[in-house]
């Protein structure tokens, strides 16, 4: 069982930054792949961003060049630095891990930017 807590979210201007964190307790052993979901208003959740435990990164093409996963094994956290942030970007941000497939899921960190 893998406990997820992500933090950072906020309000912030268009063209602005913000950095979510991710922090995993319990068996972090068994993640082999960490990711960033997101979920607006009256639209599916999407998959903004993972990385895997080989370092293999992946980005929905909405965020290509502005933002960046990044992990630190020796806090068992993931990051997601999100750089000239778009009102489009406003959603709710989970994050997931699991083996093969994402099977744990935080609590959600809402990310409003303003125009």
């Known amino acids: 069982q893998v406990q997820l807590v992500e933090s950072g979210g906020g309000l912030v201007q268009a063209g602005g930054s913000l950095r979510l964190s991710c922090a995993a307790s319990?068996?972090?052993?068994?993640?082999?792949?960490w990711g960033w979901y997101r979920q607006a208003p009256g639209k599916q959740r999407e998959l903004v961003a993972d990385?895997?435990?080989?370092?293999?990164?992946y980005y929905a093409d909405s965020v290509k060049g502005r933002f960046t996963i990044s992990r630190d094994n020796a806090k068992n956290t993931v990051y997601l630095q999100m750089n000239s942030l778009k009102p489009e970007d406003t959603a709710v941000y989970y994050c997931?891990?699991?083996?093969?497939?994402?099977?744990?899921w935080g609590q959600g960190t809402q990310v409003t930017v303003s125009s």
């Open positions: 997931a891990a699991g083996k093969l497939l994402f099977t744990s």
């Open positions: 319990g068996s972090i052993f068994s993640i082999n792949v």
């Open positions: 990385i895997t435990s080989g370092g293999n990164t």
